[in-house]
């Protein structure tokens, strides 16, 4: 390989990799079809448009974003330094000023000796390698179509369907069991990794008048909603009948309530997000209620009435490999050396895991430039908790939030939730630092537009 590097997208990922490798020496070439053409979201001409929110999320360390950010300043993050630089007050959470955000993004691309913009669409991907596709969730139809044909069109998802994610700390174990339908004798292990929450008659008729009156998220002007039957929103199945949850994720065949000796009316399933356990999803329980609705109506659910959800479920237009299926660990595809994906098209959901995306794609590029094998981040690490989510569950990938379930289970003294996770931001902080340290070229990137100057964040603040 040779020092240069092509991107394809300049959003989150696609700028944040472009600028790291380009303040190592790397020479890179950032293709972008703005401002010649815009996907449906997009209304600027500026790189790195936020097009949904000029949220970044939480700022403390106890959140697993805030953590993640944190571990982005402390590796020489672009988009940080420009997040900071324009952010706005919004208590608890960072969120920019999202004009003055893209405009000091594009500047910093636009201004670098080292990165040549070149203006079109793709529409197929070039021969070039190494090459990193950034193209985000709104990736055009003719070079999805050419990703399709390259990793197989099962393994490419154009309609995000996502069910929410608790912690299982959260759960109320003793209103739920642990068993696997019919009890096939399987190992303990296996059947626990369902529980189930029973539901009576009354309970679950409740359920689904609560969910047909719940307010919905409306599609977005360049979201057509396009469900299909396997992975429909609960609300469609709640309206085609009364029953019709019953008779699909909430169905009760194969399970007895060890408790009762008898089969509820009906049970909403967990399975174990991780092989932890520190967190489930709901089987079956994607969504386009509102989030508010979300945490009002699944916390009626027996077990849930206090659930702390990681990930609300959701229904809407995405373009996204299956990660764990294709891609080697680096964002490279396997069937295809010199050939990776970052952003939002790997499967991580939102901006700052996007832009953390590309900043670790441009670390591992610049490690194998260099000859030697990619120095990752320590999996205690949000930054490995990044590839953590990219690298498991092929059978049921969906794009994500990082959350602390993404990182390697607190095996230290029993903590409180609240104990536990600054214990974990405490742990990763000092394995990033360690990590850092063993690489010649830390905070390189920060050091070519100066010191990023970001000041400790506070575990509470």
Not at 24 to 46: D, F, M, W, Y
Not at 322 to 346: E, I, K, M
């Amino acid at each position: 390989m040779t020092a240069r590097v092509t991107i394809i997208g300049a959003g989150l990922a696609g700028c944040e990799a472009a600028l790291t490798l380009a303040a190592h020496g790397v020479e890179v070439e950032l293709i972008e079809q703005k401002p010649a053409h815009r996907t449906p979201a997009q209304v600027s001409e500026q790189l790195c448009e936020l097009v949904c929110s000029n949220s970044f999320r939480g700022a403390a360390l106890t959140n697993a974003v805030g953590l993640l950010k944190e571990e982005m300043r402390r590796t020489g993050s672009f988009v940080m330094r420009a997040a900071d630089a324009t952010r706005v007050p919004a208590g608890g959470a960072l969120a920019v000023d999202r004009e003055r955000f893209a405009a000091q993004m594009t500047s910093w691309v636009r201004g670098n000796p080292r990165i040549r913009i070149r203006v079109e669409r793709v529409e197929r991907v070039p021969d070039v390698r190494p090459l990193v596709i950034a193209t985000g969730p709104l990736t055009g139809d003719a070079l999805a179509a050419d990703i399709a044909r390259r990793v197989g069109e099962d393994a490419l998802a154009y309609y995000d369907a996502i069910a929410p994610i608790v912690s299982a700390d959260s759960i109320d174990w003793s209103k739920v069991f642990v068993a696997s339908r019919w009890d096939k004798g399987e190992s303990e292990a296996e059947k626990a990794a369902y529980v189930n929450c029973p539901l009576d008659e009354a309970q679950y008729r409740a359920f689904v008048e609560a969910v047909r009156a719940a307010r919905k998220v409306e599609p977005k002007p360049f979201e057509e909603p396009r469900y299909f039957e396997g992975c429909l929103p609960i609300e469609v199945m709640a309206e085609r009948g009364e029953m019709t949850l019953a008779f699909g994720p909430m169905k009760p065949v194969g399970l007895v309530d060890p408790r009762t000796g008898r089969r509820p009316f009906a049970v909403v399933q967990l399975r174990k997000e991780d092989e932890a356990g520190t967190a489930y999803n709901l089987v079956g329980f994607q969504s386009r209620m509102a989030r508010p609705e979300q945490e009002r109506i699944f916390r009626t659910i027996p077990g849930l009435e206090a659930a702390e959800f990681l990930r609300y479920g959701a229904v809407h237009r995405n373009t996204f490999l299956n990660a764990p299926r294709l891609l080697d660990g680096t964002f490279q595809l396997r069937s295809d050396p010199g050939l990776y994906f970052a952003g939002q098209v790997a499967g991580t959901e939102g901006y700052v895991e996007s832009a953390a995306g590309g900043l670790l794609v441009a670390l591992i590029l610049l490690d194998r430039l260099r000859g030697r094998s990619p120095l990752l981040p320590p999996p205690t690490t949000a930054l490995g908790g990044i590839l953590t989510h990219v690298s498991r569950n092929p059978e049921t990938y969906q794009p994500s939030n990082i959350t602390f379930a993404h990182l390697s289970p607190w095996t230290g003294p029993r903590l409180s939730k609240t104990a536990r996770y600054e214990a974990m931001a405490e742990r990763a902080l000092r394995d990033l630092d360690a990590w850092l340290a063993t690489r010649s070229d830390a905070g390189a990137a920060a050091l070519a537009l100066g010191s990023i100057g970001s000041a400790p964040v506070s575990l509470g603040g």
